[in-house]
C-alpha cells in the first residue's frame, strides 16, 4: 500500500476510534437567538468522556438524527436486507417498506451517533455451549467465581432473572436444578451402512473379525461372509442421508467422493490388518425406523451372521427377535450430537463504562428478548472492558426455543444498544460494514493461529494468519472498500445530510463527512494503484479500462448480490442466484481478455458464498419439516459442510462449435435427460417398497 493510502487509512481509523481532533463549527449570531444545535449545545461541555453529559451528546445526536430521517430520501442501501420468513424478491408491500424504512433510520442514526462518539454495541454468543447439567455447573461456576489479587478464587455477586442474589452455594444448586429442567438428552446417532468387502485370497474366521474390528474400530457391527464377498451392516459417525442421496444419483455424482474416501479407508485399514480387500458402500440409513427395519433384513437375507467377535448371531431364524436384540445391545454406543439447552451469552462495553449501568441494559435486554427463560447475569471486574457474562436457557418451561441466527444477532444487539442508551450509555448498533472493518475469524481460526504460534511444527493457512491479524490490528477491508466503496460513502453521505435536516453541527457532523469522504478517496486510490499495476504488468488494452470493478454492470451486480439476504426459501435463492450469474454471464462479454482471469477469480468467490448460503437455506427447509419450529437450530457454519448442492462450473467460456459437435452435445443432453428420469421413476418406485433399497 503506497504511503497516501496509508495516510487514508490511518486518517479514517482515527475517526472510528472517535480520536479524531477536529475544529469545532462557530455558532452563528443569529442561532443562538432561535436556538442552538443538538451538536453545539453538547460540544460546550467540558465534562470528561465517560461522564453523563458527555454520554449524553452522542444520545441526543442519534435521537435526532433518527427524528430527522425522511422516508423520501430513502434509496438503495450498501446491503439490502430481506423482510420475514415469508419475503421474498420483487417490491415490498406496505409492512416490508415501513421496516426496511425503519432499518434504514435506525442505521442512518447509528452512524451518526458513532460519529458522535458513540461506543459500538458488542454482544455475542459464546462457543461450546453447555448441553449437559455438568457442563452447566462448570459454567455457573466460572461465570460466578473470580480470582483476586493474590490469585485466589472466591464468589462474586450472580443474579437470576428475578434479580435475587445467589450468594449461597445451595441457593445456586437450587437454581441450577431448576434451570436443567428444560435441558434434552443428547440426539442419539443412528447412521448405518452396508459396505461390501470382496477378499483377495482365503481368510480364517479369526483373521477376517480382527481385521474388521480395525476397519470400524470401536463401532458396532454384524457380518456375513459367503466365499470371498463379505457384506458387514455397521454403526458409523458419516451422514448416512447424504450418503443415500449420493447413492440414489449413482456413482458419477459430483459427490460421490465422499464414499470413495470411505472405501479407501476401510480398504486401507484392511489390508493394515493383513487382510487385502476392496471396499464398496453399498446402502445407508439415518433413522431408527428404518435402521431397525434394514438390520432385521440384514439378518433374514444372509446366513450364518456374526457379531464383531466373531460369534453367531443368536435367534437368527427369528430375525425380528434377533435384529431387536442386537439393536438393544448396541444403542449405549449410539453417541450422538448434543442438544443446545443453554447459551453462554456476553456483553461488552469499553473501559470507563458504568458497569451498572452495563448490567442494568443486559437485564434489560434478556427481559425483553427471552421472556420466559431462566438466566443468571455476572460482572466480571477483573478486565479491562466491562463484561457482563450470562447464562441462559435455550428452551423456556413452554418449550420454545431461543435461536440465534444472523438476523437475531443483529436484533440483539440493536436492542442492547437501545437499553444501554436508556440507561445513560452512549452506544449505538453499528454494522462491520459501516466501517469497512476485516471479516471476524472463529474460534477455529483462533485456535489454529495461537497452536501455529507456540508450536512451529504446526502449520497453518496464510489466509487464516492474515485473517486472525487483520482483525486484531483492526485493518480496513480493502476488498470491500474497492466493491462496495461507492455505496459505503454514499451510506455515510445520508447519514451526513440526515443530520444537517435535524440541525446536527459541529464535530460530529465534521467527523462523519470526513469519514465519508475517506472512505470514497482510498477506494478510488485503491483502484487507481491496482491500474497502475495492472497497466504496468500487462500494458493497457484498447478499451482503456484498467479493472472489470470499473464496468458500469457493477452497480446492478452489487445490487443483485446484496438482493441474496433477501431469499428466504431454497426456491427464491436458486432464482436469485439464475439472476447473479446471468449478469456474470452480461459482464464476462464485454470484458476485454486481459480481465478475465481477475474477473473469474471474483465470479468463483461469489458462487461459493451463494452455495454457502443455498446449502444453510435447504438445511432450514429440511429442520422444518422434520422437527417443526421446536426442532434443533443448524448453525451456518455446520450447514456449510452438509451436502452443498451440486453445479456447473460457471467459469467455463463458450467456444463456437461445429455442427458435429452440436449434434453430440444435443445426443449426450437427450442422454442425460432420459437418464434423470429413468433415475427419477426408480426413486418413486423405492419410496413404494421398503424392501427395495435403502432411503433415498
Known amino acids: 500500500m503506497s504511503g497516501r493510502l496509508a495516510g487514508y487509512a490511518a486518517e479514517i481509523e482515527r475517526y472510528l476510534r472517535g480520536e479524531a481532533r477536529v475544529k469545532r463549527e462557530e455558532l452563528d449570531d443569529d442561532k443562538s437567538a432561535t436556538g442552538s444545535s443538538v451538536s453545539s449545545r453538547a460540544s460546550k461541555s467540558t465534562a470528561p468522556a465517560n461522564s453523563p453529559k458527555a454520554a449524553s451528546a452522542p444520545i441526543m445526536i442519534y435521537g435526532a438524527t433518527l427524528a430527522g430521517f425522511r422516508p423520501e430520501e430513502e434509496e438503495e442501501d450498501w446491503k439490502p436486507r ?6 421474498g424478491g420483487g417490491r415490498p408491500n406496505g409492512t416490508g417498506r415501513a421496516a426496511r424504512v425503519a432499518y434504514q433510520a435506525r442505521a442512518v442514526a447509528a452512524r451518526a451517533g458513532y460519529a458522535a462518539g458513540a461506543q459500538p454495541a458488542v454482544f455475542k454468543v459464546m462457543p461450546n455451549p453447555p448441553s449437559t447439567k455438568e457442563a452447566a455447573a462448570r459454567l455457573l461456576n466460572y461465570i460466578g467465581k473470580r480470582e483476586d489479587e493474590k490469585g485466589e478464587k472466591h464468589d462474586i455477586e450472580i443474579f437470576d432473572e428475578d434479580g435475587q442474589v445467589l450468594a449461597t452455594g445451595g441457593a445456586r444448586k437450587a437454581f441450577l436444578e431448576t434451570f436443567c429442567e428444560t435441558f434434552e438428552p443428547p440426539l442419539e446417532n443412528t447412521n448405518f451402512i452396508e459396505v461390501r468387502f470382496e477378499l483377495a485370497s482365503e481368510v480364517t474366521d479369526a483373521a477376517l473379525s480382527e481385521a474388521l474390528k480395525k476397519a470400524f474400530g470401536s463401532k458396532p457391527f454384524i457380518y456375513a461372509q459367503d466365499g470371498h464377498t463379505v457384506q458387514v451392516y455397521a454403526h458409523t459417525d458419516e451422514r448416512a442421508g447424504a450418503l443415500a442421496k449420493v447413492l440414489a ?3 458419477d455424482n459430483s459427490r460421490s467422493k465422499a464414499l470413495d474416501k470411505i472405501e479407501a479407508r476401510l480398504s486401507e485399514a484392511m489390508g493394515a490388518a493383513g487382510v487385502v480387500a476392496k471396499a464398496e458402500v ?9 435402521a431397525k427395519y434394514f438390520l432385521q433384513k440384514f439378518i433374514r437375507t444372509h446366513s450364518q451372521v456374526r457379531h464383531a467377535n466373531g460369534e453367531p448371531v443368536p435367534g437368527a431364524k427369528n430375525s425380528t427377535k434377533a435384529a431387536a436384540s442386537v439393536y438393544d445391545q448396541w444403542r449405549p454406543q449410539f453417541s450422538g450430537r448434543e442438544r443446545r439447552n443453554a447459551y453462554h451469552l456476553l456483553f461488552s462495553a469499553r473501559v470507563g463504562t458504568d458497569a451498572n449501568a452495563v448490567m442494568a441494559a443486559a437485564r434489560a435486554v434478556l427481559e425483553e428478548r427471552a421472556p420466559g427463560y431462566k438466566f443468571v447475569l455476572a460482572h466480571h471486574k477483573d478486565t479491562k472492558h466491562v463484561h457482563i457474562h450470562a447464562m441462559v436457557q435455550a428452551r423456556s418451561a413452554d418449550g420454545e426455543r431461543l435461536k440465534f441466527y444472523k438476523p437475531d444477532l443483529a436484533a440483539w444487539r440493536e436492542t442492547f444498544a437501545e437499553k444501554a442508551r436508556e440507561n445513560g450509555i452512549a452506544m449505538v448498533a453499528t454494522r462491520r460494514m459501516d466501517h469497512a472493518m476485516t471479516r471476524p475469524f472463529t474460534k477455529e481460526h483462533a485456535g489454529a493461529y495461537s497452536r501455529a504460534q507456540s508450536d512451529p511444527r504446526y502449520q497453518v493457512s496464510a489466509r487464516t494468519i492474515e485473517r486472525v491479524e487483520a482483525k486484531r490490528q483492526r485493518r480496513l477491508d480493502g476488498q470491500s472498500l474497492v466493491i462496495n466503496g461507492d455505496a459505503i460513502a454514499a451510506a455515510w453521505q445520508r447519514t451526513v445530510t440526515t443530520m444537517r435536516t435535524a440541525g446536527v453541527v459541529g464535530q460530529a457532523l465534521t467527523a462523519a463527512e470526513s469519514i465519508g469522504n475517506n472512505f470514497l478517496q482510498f477506494r478510488r486510490d485503491r483502484i487507481g494503484e491496482g491500474q497502475a499495476s495492472s497497466a504496468a504488468g500487462r500494458g493497457a488494452d484498447q478499451s482503456g479500462q484498467k479493472s472489470f470493478l ?34 456474470l454471464d452480461n459482464m464476462r462479454e464485454t470484458l476485454p481478455p486481459a480481465h478475465q482471469g481477475q474477473f473469474e477469480q471474483y465470479r468463483e468467490e461469489v458462487n461459493d458464498k451463494m452455495h454457502d448460503r443455498l446449502a444453510r437455506l435447504q438445511f432450514e427447509r429440511q429442520q422444518q419439516r422434520r422437527g417443526g419450529s421446536g426442532g434443533e437450530p443448524i448453525p451456518e457454519r455446520e450447514a456449510r459442510g452438509r451436502d452443498l448442492p451440486t453445479r456447473d462450473d460457471p467459469r467455463q467460456p463458450e467456444q463456437p462449435r461445429t455442427g458435429t459437435e452440436q449434434e453430440m452435445r444435443s445426443k449426450q443432453k437427450d442422454a442425460n435427460k432420459q437418464k434423470t428420469q429413468q433415475a427419477e421413476e426408480q426413486d418413486r418406485k423405492t419410496q413404494r417398497s421398503n424392501d427395495n433399497d435403502y432411503e433415498r
Not at 430481506?82 to 419475503?87: D, E, I, K, M, S
Not at 453399498?282 to 428404518?290: F, I, L, N, Q
Open 82 to 87: 430481506g423482510g420475514g420468513r415469508g419475503g
Open 249 to 251: 444419483g449413482g456413482r
Open 282 to 290: 453399498m446402502a445407508a440409513v439415518s433413522r431408527e425406523p428404518k
Open 550 to 583: 470499473s464496468h458500469p454492470g457493477m452497480r446492478e451486480l452489487n445490487a443483485l448480490i446484496g438482493d441474496l439476504d433477501m431469499a428466504q426459501t431454497p426456491l427464491e435463492m436458486r432464482r436469485q442466484m439464475a439472476r447473479v450469474n446471468q449478469a
